[in-house]
């Protein structure tokens, strides 16, 4: 491993899509929502996914330039149409105008269709908890797991996200996907030859297993049975359906279907607490929430209790003193894209 800081990451990867045709602008704007991921530990979602963004770039199948629209509909909504650009691209736009929208108005909803994979949500929430705003924000994705009581693949592991600002403290931060497990920790669990807990995935006849082949070849499980199921197709009505973009088995695969536009949708609901609560008043109810929870008698001595956001502050503060760790094969990548020489990507999900 080696590390890197936040800067020279950013840099690399902001020349990486430069270097393809993608405007500094939102080659910049993309680069800081993947390092933003990678500072928080989510490093799945980080600047590994630089690799394949550009890939795809290459192949035609992106596009570097885009003619995002920004259609405003009322002083509080908007649809953002991404024309195939780089999905953190496309959701920053969303993002800005959703905190632009509610900055004047309270509330805002922003849509975002014909977009691509978007990273991680976590690094949107911590740019609008920066803006002192509340963020609602979700995206639908190709489909990985089955209807409920079905065993046809139809419904995306759609992941939803909020975050709170606090007056000093790292902001509440929730970033979810809908399965118990993802499809990587089980390929990785089959990788090892180990199996895998009841309860992460299903053959293809729809039947629990602990066979992480088997899983591979059915669907992964929802958390929560029914309930994480209905979250999901919420989450897809939301982003998807709403915007009048693609949703369930239109999405398609960065990967499965490499050579085909995805068509992700996101949406972006932001709340401005100045405008309901007034700002100091929110601040001393958050805070006094915060302590509350804090104040837990512990379960386990050596386990303290939680708020959602603390994990990632911790690495947050780490990585921002030491650097972001990275596998020097995936470093040498980077900075290989950053001069232009092509790269392909053989990632799977």
Known sequence: ???????????????????????????????RILVGANLLGIDSHGVQRVVPYVSRIRQGVLKANPNIKV?????????VDGDDGLGPVVGYRGLTESIRLASESGIAYVGCLNSNHFGAIAPYLWIGCRQK??????????????????????????????????????????????????????????????????GWGANPEGNPTTDPIAALKGFVLPFGGHKGYGLALAIDILSGVLTGGAFATQVKSMFQQAGESQHVAHFFITINPAMILGLEAYYDQMESFCALIKDTKRA??????????????????????????????????????????????????
């Open 133 to 198: 705003m509340i963020c609602i924000i979700g995206t639908n994705a190709f489909t990985t797991m089955a209807p409920w009581g079905g065993r046809e693949v139809k419904v995306g592991n759609n992941p939803i996200g909020i975050g709170a600002p606090r007056r000093d403290g790292f902001p509440f931060l929730l970033d979810i996907a809908m399965s118990v497990a993802s499809r990587g920790k089980i390929r990785a669990a089959g990788e090892r030859g180990e199996s895998i807990p009841e």
């Open 1 to 31: 491993m080696t590390h890197l800081d936040q800067e020279e990451l950013e840099d690399l990867s902001r020349l990486a899509f430069q270097r393809v045709g993608v405007p500094p602008e939102d080659a910049g704007a993309a680069a």
């Open 71 to 79: 259609l405003t509909k009322s002083l509080a909504v908007a649809v």
């Open 300 to 349: 386990r001595a050596n386990a303290p209790v939680l708020l959602p956001g603390e994990i990632e502050e911790g690495t947050f503060e780490e990585r921002s003193a030491s650097g972001i760790p990275l596998d020097e094969d995936l470093c040498e990548t980077l900075r290989a894209l950053a001069r232009g020489i092509s790269a392909d990507s053989n990632t799977t999900l």
